[in-house]
């Protein structure tokens, strides 16, 4: 599976952003699907996962009630749809599709991983 993540760029606070992630290769419509996002010198940080019907999505407190996760065209892309961004959201944004059909918010429960996408909130 090859995974691409697109739709980063520069806001001001306040503004917003949507990420989609297309899977390539294979299907991973049967897999949870997930963002994390790292920061330089950082562990990298789970932000929101969905499981492989588009349900059950779950989100990092630092997150909740700004971003949204959903699934795409035939479950086989992911998109975050990032509201009210604020500079701590400034970091490079990485989809991830699981080894299961379920959301996880465990790096180690993701065995593919997208390039990542760098997103930058100016105050």
């Known amino acids: 599976v090859q995974l691409q993540a697109c739709g980063g760029g520069a806001v001001q606070t306040g503004g917003s952003l949507r990420l989609s992630c297309a899977a390539s290769?294979?299907?991973?419509?049967?897999?949870?699907m997930a963002w994390f996002r790292q920061a330089p010198g950082k562990e990298r940080e789970f932000v929101a996962a969905?499981?492989?019907?588009?349900?059950?999505?779950y989100y990092a407190d630092s997150v909740k009630g700004r971003f949204t996760i959903s699934r795409g065209y035939a479950s086989n892309n992911v998109n975050l749809q990032m509201n009210n961004l604020k500079p701590e959201d400034t970091t490079v944004y990485y989809c991830?599709?699981?080894?299961?059909?379920?959301?996880?918010?465990?790096?180690?429960?993701?065995?593919?991983w997208g390039q990542g996408t760098k997103v930058t909130v100016s105050s």
């Open positions: 991830a599709a699981s080894r299961t059909a379920w959301a996880s918010r465990n790096k180690a429960d993701f065995a593919y």
């Open positions: 969905i499981n492989w019907k588009g349900g059950s999505p």
């Open positions: 290769r294979r299907t991973v419509s049967n897999n949870g």
